[in-house]
């Protein structure tokens, strides 16, 4: 029973990162919605279940102020470049073939390969 109840826990996380998939998201925001959806589940458990997310490339992470976030990574994120928003944090897919061109520039004048975790950081039309 108990290895269901953290399996259990684990597809309660993983619901919440793909519904939340647009952000990224702190142990801290995932501790919250367990505690509003009556889950108990300690901060040790939500750690090695990202971490496991990671080492299986589910989830790409930042760092702010010391802290850790995670966003979760779709099928449909694997193959594009992502643009994200310094002020509110959207982040958005890059399907642009002129995009490709410059990654292509990269990798030929730079000898520099770029993965499709790259996320390009500047500012939204809206906070604009």
């Known amino acids: 029973m108990k290895n269901s109840y953290k ?19 702190s142990v801290e925001d995932i501790l919250e919605y367990m505690k509003k959806n009556n889950q108990e589940v300690g901060q040790t458990t939500i750690y090695r279940f990202l971490n496991l997310l990671e080492k299986n490339n589910n989830v790409r992470t930042e760092t702010r102020n010391h ?5 979760y990574i779709t099928n449909e994120c694997q193959n594009h470049f992502h643009l994200k928003c310094k002020k509110c944090g959207k982040t958005m897919h890059l399907d642009c073939k002129e995009f490709e061109s410059v990654n292509q520039h990269i990798k030929e ?4 390969n770029l993965d499709y975790n790259t996320i390009i950081y500047g500012t939204c039309d809206q906070c604009s």
Not at 9 to 14: F, T
Not at 67 to 71: A, E, G, H, V
């Open 7 to 25: 399996t259990e826990q684990r597809e309660i996380i993983k619901d919440y990162l793909i519904e939340n998939k647009d952000k990224f998201i």
């Open 67 to 71: 802290t850790k976030y995670y966003q």
């Open 109 to 112: 004048e730079h000898k520099f």
